[in-house]
């Protein structure tokens, strides 16, 4: 049975000849959502972002005959394989901006950029990257021309094979134009194309999922459909009905930058602070239960669970296994969602291998806050009990500090000083810092706090020093008193190097006034400790 007990603080078809794109009575009130009886018959709507659509074409190559006409088809069917695929989830019927080309009505702006080099210097190892690197070149003198932070390449497929075929880095997405593909007057609705020499859709799809920062995972047991992002991209040319996204991969996208018109706020740009308030995850035979409850300084619109099982080194993720819900309840001091996930969704075959299940957080910014836990299936049963607790910390107000072996007066060039009461004053920038200038003193170090008041101590919160791993506290003592003069040893803890605000939680909480800790080394191996802040719950 695994069990943990962490605490942390700081944790993202259909052809439709008219692509229609359009909010939801469901999803009326969202950012950017639009009125549920307004169909557009446009590529883009009024203040939409648009897909950077660009044709990497090597030195040494000329586009494929009639690259216009092909791929502007083919963009405007996914446009509307994706607008089709959110709606069938409740998203609305939503899809990607597209821009407009300059002088063709209903054909879609496709910027050619010339490469640098022949199509041999890019090949599948690292070609990516080497045109990646040239278009964002591009980009930075021409940034008039960018149009959002995502991005779909072709590349033209040459004759000898070579060069990048499928994939996705970043919110780059490669894929490969060939001569006379994508052609969608030859799409039959429902059927799809007539030969497999247009396989190449479905990939194409695909690897723009990536590019739209969908990760890959698997349909349940019970769906009925294969899902894109995991191994239905080969299959989309001939059976276009059974391939279908995720809910959890719909979740994703419709609040991505692209899918969204008027937002007020600037996508991914502010990185989520999360706080686990409380993590329960456990099993019986027939459910696994997923229950967390949290804070967010970026509102969170929904939560995906993915059980990932590791079939072997290099499975990446195909067979991820996901359930995701828009259901978040909030409260005044945090919000909570939970998961009841049948075993029976998860492959019997798949049971034999060990497991991870990632929690992630949906934000609405569009950025995505994950946390892990690793698990095995034991007799049908999966081995996992994880039940955290962060607790709030004490208000700080009126407590000071009440002794300490050393501290530092010295401020070096551009520093402050090591002054023990800033271990109390909400900056994580300064700290207290054992004495170090003048006959530096060795381990053991300590500093005392009085609370003011007699409190129930759970446990104490530590912030290391924000600066460097050197001096941060390690293994110490905690100590506590009622008068500053007679203390009792609550017991010996190990803290981590991590410079997030960290809690050591007590087997048996303790009543008193005053606490100390007392260092026995640090890490770095140095002879001094650097501690930003010390707090009690």
Known sequence: MIKKNLRFSR??????????LLGSCEDADMVGSESPDIYQKKL?????KQLNVIYFLPNDMEPHLDYERRLSGALKHMQGYYAQQLLSHGFGNRS???????????????????AENDHLYYPYSNGGNRAKREIEAYFAEHPEEKTSEHFLVFIPKHDDGTGVPFYGLGKFAFTRDYEGGYDMDKWVEGVGFPTIDDKWIGGTIHELGHGLN???NRQKVSDNFTAMMGNGNSSYWKSPNSIKFTKASALILRYNELFTNNAPFEFYQEAPEVEIKHQRIYADSEYLYVQTKFTSSVPVKGAIVYND??????????NAITWATRDIIQTTNADSVSFKMALSDIDENFKEHPFSLRLALVHENGRIVKNSYPYNFVN????????????DDYDRTDWSVAGFSSQEEYAATGALPGLAEYILDGDYDTFWHSGWKTNPPKHPHWIAIDMNETKTIHGISVVQNQKSTNGMLKDFTLYVSNDNVNWTTVGDFTAT??????QIVLDTPVAAQYFKIQTYNSYGGTNANRIAEIAAF
């Open 11 to 20: 944790l993202a078809g259909l052809c439709l000849s008219a692509v229609t």
């Open 44 to 48: 883009s709507l009024p203040h939409q």
């Open 96 to 114: 990607f901006g597209l821009a407009e080309h300059d002088s063709i009505p209903d054909y879609v702006k496709i910027k050619i950029i010339h």
């Open 214 to 216: 969908l990760p890959h």
């Open 309 to 318: 099982p590791k079939t072997n080194p290099n499975d990446a993720d195909y």
């Open 380 to 391: 049908g049963i999966p081995d996992i009990d994880v039940n955290d607790i962060t607790f």
């Open 497 to 502: 190097n991590s410079m997030s605000r960290q």
